[in-house]
Structure formats: structure tokens, C-alpha cells
């Protein structure tokens, strides 16, 4: 081996072996910790179930996305994500906005009509109960409030956040 290899291959070992070291510390450091998913729900899965099928009855996953499913063709839909949304907003606010003829009267869009929020107001009264008090049960770790807040701010509004 000529010794420009030999300078090359401790040089790439030096590199390697620092970068494991250092992943090594922050392990021991506990460090850059994963913090796990950020989102759940209060209610118990049996509890939640029959608005969870409610929700994929009204097609809301058509353009929302919630509990990591991937949405259809309408996925480019910037709508907000429902994981979390009721750290944001309460069970009464969710009820009045699905029971509204004009969503948009309550939260402003700035999507083109055929993207924007439907109004629900033709479900069932239990129904729209049922899905607010779901809604409202879908917290967030506040670690990640803080992001969502500013991501969902910026998306509804096109203006950069500062709280
Ligand atoms: C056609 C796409 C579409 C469908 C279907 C849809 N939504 Fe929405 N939704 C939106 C959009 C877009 C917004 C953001 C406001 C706007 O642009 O009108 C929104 C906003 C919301 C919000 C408020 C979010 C916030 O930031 O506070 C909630 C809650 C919500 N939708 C729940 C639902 C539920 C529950 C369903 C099913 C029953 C549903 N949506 C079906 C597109 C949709």
C-alpha cells in the first residue's frame, strides 16, 4: 500500500470513528432523545370508534390526514391535520364549526372553494356530537404545540408566525 493510501484510510477511520463516538455520547448524554409520537387521544379506542368511523364515512381523510393514514388523491389538499387539534380548540367550537352552513364564516380559507372545508351541517345532530367530542379528544404533547401552532398558522394564512 503506498503511504498516500495508508494517510487516506486513517484519515477515513478517524472520521468514522469520531462520528460513532460522538453518537455514542449523546446516547449516554441522553442527548438528542426520541421523543416518540407526539400525538393521542383521551378517549379509549372503544370509545372513539364509532367516530373514527364516522370520519371515514364523511370521507374526512379525503383531504385531512389523522393518525398517519395517507390520504387519497386529494392529499395535496393543504388542509390541516387532525392529530392534536383538539389541544388547539374545544368540543363546543368543533360542534359549531361542523354544524355551520359556512365554515368559512368561522375560519377564513384562502384555498380555492373546491378545497376548502365542507360544511357538515346535514349530519345528524348525534353525529356532529360525536365527532366534536372525538375531535376535542385528540391532544398533543406540548413539545410539538408549539410547532404545530406555527405551521398551521402559516399554511391558513400564508403570514409568518410570531406568537
Ligand atoms: C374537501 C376537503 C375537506 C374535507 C372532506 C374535510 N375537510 Fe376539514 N378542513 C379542510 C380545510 C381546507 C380546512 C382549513 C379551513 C379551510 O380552508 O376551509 C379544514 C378545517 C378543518 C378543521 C379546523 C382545523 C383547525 O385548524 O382548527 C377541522 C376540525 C376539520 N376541518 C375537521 C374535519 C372533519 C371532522 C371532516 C369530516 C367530517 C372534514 N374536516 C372534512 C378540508 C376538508
Known sequence: MRRGEKGILILIAVVVGGMMLRNLWSVLDGGEKDKGIPFYSSLSEAEGR????????????????????TASMMQNVPAPRLDGIGSIRDEAWFYQYLSSSDPQSILPSRLKKEFRMPSFASLPEAD???LAAYLASLKVKNWYLAETRKSEYEKLTGKAYSP
Open 128 to 130: 356532529r356530537k360525536e
Open 50 to 69: 364509532k367516530a373514527l368511523r364516522l370520519i371515514h364515512d364523511s370521507r374526512c381523510k379525503d383531504c385531512h390526514s389523522l393518525w398517519g393514514a
